[in-house]
């Protein structure tokens, strides 16, 4: 079958998205290995070449981080945690129902999201409030790692380390890898992705930092800009980047760069976390059931996403690669559907 899909394609499938409800601009890049697909599109208050907040992607360079310090024998994915943390950092860190289960905390229970802990972000503190809903309000804070740990201590788990087929997606899992990443390499987390970025050239790329002035397009609720500055340069790894430095990044990480291409089936171990995504080891998974697209069920789709409506996607049957965002924190939703549209065109 002729390919279907060409750059004027692609550029009335971003423009479209770009003129939904509460979305101010789009960018969506897609590469194939096979095809010599290698096309990009932006509509509205986007370039192509347009700087974004890459949300959760992040989780993927930590990921990234992690799985290489593994094949290089600096650590075990099933090391407990307490090798790299001191006891101060864990102690009653996932206290749930009378017992203290931290020191049976691995790495794998953290980049797999099966630690139980609960999302300093998502989950009520113990007053009610959902962190997540205070920066949505514009609500800017500080979450720095000890926070985070002080946090969380106070609130609790959903279920012991590593109980079968559970779950739970959480930002502290990335927070404390990001620990664990300092205290092997000696250096501060952004220190580390830095150099990554440097390594792969992603010049377009940074840490978020309060004391650089830098230029992005701004993150939208609904109507509002959210100006958070306080808490994305607290956290050490929420980045800013562009579809192009992404799809770099995406390419790399699934042809070697920082895990045997051979053995990515190795982390493709999935659990439900929320529809419609599975989370394998340091990977997500979008899918969505035959049953609504019965004569059309999309291919394996693998990489991760972000609340802003993100994505750097890898498409194994497609041998396809895309990357993008919508940059509205109310819709992510319009980023997927963007995404199955751009992959039916490549079939």
Request: with cysteine; aromatic share 10%; net charge positive.
């Amino acid at each position: 079958m002729k390919d279907k899909l060409t750059q004027t394609e692609l550029n009335r499938i971003v423009h479209r998205a770009a003129r939904k409800r509460n979305i101010y601009g789009a960018v969506f890049y897609v590469s194939t290995e096979n095809k010599g697909i290698d096309i990009i599109s932006a509509s509205r208050n986007f370039e192509t070449t347009g700087n974004y907040y890459i949300a959760s992607i992040n989780k993927l360079f930590v990921s990234a981080i992690i799985l290489s310090l593994y094949f290089n024998k600096k650590l075990d994915l099933k090391d407990k945690i307490l090798r790299y943390l001191p006891d101060k950092f864990i102690h009653r860190l996932h206290y749930l129902n009378g017992h203290d289960h931290s020191k049976e905390l691995t790495v794998l229970h953290l980049i797999s999201h099966t630690s139980g802990l609960p999302c300093y972000l998502a989950d009520k503190q113990p007053d009610g409030i959902r962190a997540i809903k205070n920066l949505e309000a514009g609500i800017d804070q500080r979450w720095d790692t000890k926070k985070v740990i002080e946090v969380v201590k106070t609130m609790k788990p959903h279920f012991p380390p590593g109980k079968k087929g559970k779950a739970k997606y959480a930002d502290t899992n990335h927070q404390i890898l990001g620990q664990i990443i300092e205290n092997i390499t000696g250096e501060p987390i952004r220190s580390v992705l830095t150099q990554h970025f440097k390594k792969l050239d992603l010049t377009n790329t940074y840490v978020c930092d309060k004391s650089v002035e830098s230029e992005y397009v701004p993150i939208r609720y609904e109507s509002r800009i959210l100006d958070i500055p306080a808490f994305l340069s607290s956290t050490g790894t929420d980045i800013i980047s562009n579809a192009e430095d992404q799809m770099i990044f995406l390419k790399a990480f699934f042809n070697g760069h920082f895990f045997p291409k051979n053995r990515i089936g190795e982390l493709k171990k999935w659990n439900n976390i929320f529809f419609p995504f599975k989370y394998g080891i340091g990977l997500q998974k979008f899918y969505m059931p035959r049953i609504f697209n019965p004569f059309h069920p999309l291919p394996e789709i693998i990489g991760h996403c972000g609340s802003t409506g993100s994505i750097a996607f890898h498409i194994p049957e497609l041998k396809a690669y895309v990357t993008g965002t919508v940059n509205q924190q109310a819709a992510p939703q319009v980023a997927f559907r963007t995404l199955i549209k751009i992959v039916n065109k490549l079939r």
